[in-house]
């Protein structure tokens, strides 16, 4: 037999032990070569630089 509560948890304290349990929208900043949005302290997916530096090369088309 599993665990049964004696008690009800009310809905204030089941709440309070979840509020941890949420999403986080990510912190954008934009990128200083091309403008587009990119996470700080990352490497910019659209045009591949970091801090100035080409650490990915350019795709050709």
Known sequence: MG????????KARRDRRR???KLTVPN???CEECGEMKRPHYMCPV????????VRPQKVE
């Open 3 to 10: 665990a049964v509560p004696k008690r009800k948890i009310s």
């Open 19 to 21: 509020t941890h349990l």
């Open 28 to 30: 954008l900043v934009p």
């Open 47 to 54: 045009c591949g630089m970091y801090k100035g530096i080409q």
